[in-house]
């Protein structure tokens, strides 16, 4: 597994990616949609915002030359903010996403990991604390619609 830095040419593929991710989640948690996610995940605004924001890192992650999933971040200080952590449905279940949160442990010296997933996606939940999170709180975004909060202490 390899990491290669997303570029702007890469903002359909990164679109692809979180359209079949984020309704994937959706599917599985969601009885009363099958397709949701943060705005503009699926027409391409979300990936060109990402993409324009210069202090935002994006990564493919390669598996046998393939790429299989994106992550993106931040690193300010020793503080890492994860935006997006995707991985097209065929590889997940797999092992690919533990492995490449540990390869981006590996690569960068964060003392501590934030992030934030939505309220419903108890999928995302258990792989995170798996990776050595614990929930610390609720962010509300509507009336219905909340995301749960998760950090990690790093030596």
Same mark, same amino acid.
């Given at each position: 597994?390899?990491?290669?830095?997303?570029?702007?040419?890469?903002?359909?593929?990164?679109?692809?990616?979180?359209?079949?991710?984020?309704?994937?989640?959706?599917?599985?948690?969601?009885?009363?949609?099958?397709?949701?996610?943060?705005?503009?995940?699926?027409? &391409?605004?979300?990936?060109?915002?990402?993409?324009?924001?210069?202090?935002?890192?994006?990564?493919?992650?390669?598996?046998?030359?393939?790429?299989? &999933?994106?992550?993106?971040?931040?690193?300010?200080?020793?503080?890492?903010?994860?935006?997006?952590?995707?991985?097209?449905?065929?590889?997940?279940?797999?092992?690919? &996403?533990?492995?490449?949160?540990?390869?981006?442990?590996?690569?960068?010296?964060?003392?501590?990991?934030?992030?934030?997933?939505?309220?419903?996606?108890?999928?995302?939940?258990?792989?995170?604390?798996?990776?050595?999170?614990?929930?610390?709180?609720?962010?509300?975004? &509507?009336?219905?619609?909340?995301?749960?909060?998760?950090?990690?202490?790093?030596?």
């Amino acid at each position: 597994m390899i990491f290669k830095k997303a570029e702007y040419t890469d903002k359909v593929w990164l679109t692809e990616v979180m359209t079949a991710a984020f309704n994937y989640d959706t599917a599985i948690h969601r009885t009363d949609t099958k397709e949701d996610g943060p705005p503009g995940y699926d027409d &391409g605004t979300l990936a060109e915002k990402m993409l324009r924001t210069a202090d935002l890192l994006i990564y493919t992650i390669i598996v046998d030359q393939k790429r299989i &999933g994106f992550l993106s971040f931040s690193v300010v200080g020793t503080l890492g903010t994860l935006e997006k952590f995707c991985l097209l449905p065929i590889y997940i279940n797999q092992g690919f &996403g533990t492995k490449a949160w540990q390869l981006l442990e590996e690569q960068q010296s964060c003392k501590k990991w934030v992030l934030e997933t939505p309220d419903y996606s108890l999928t995302n939940h258990h792989f995170y604390e798996k990776c050595g999170f614990i929930r610390t709180g609720k962010k509300k975004y &509507g009336d219905d619609s909340y995301s749960t909060i998760f950090e990690k202490e790093c030596k």
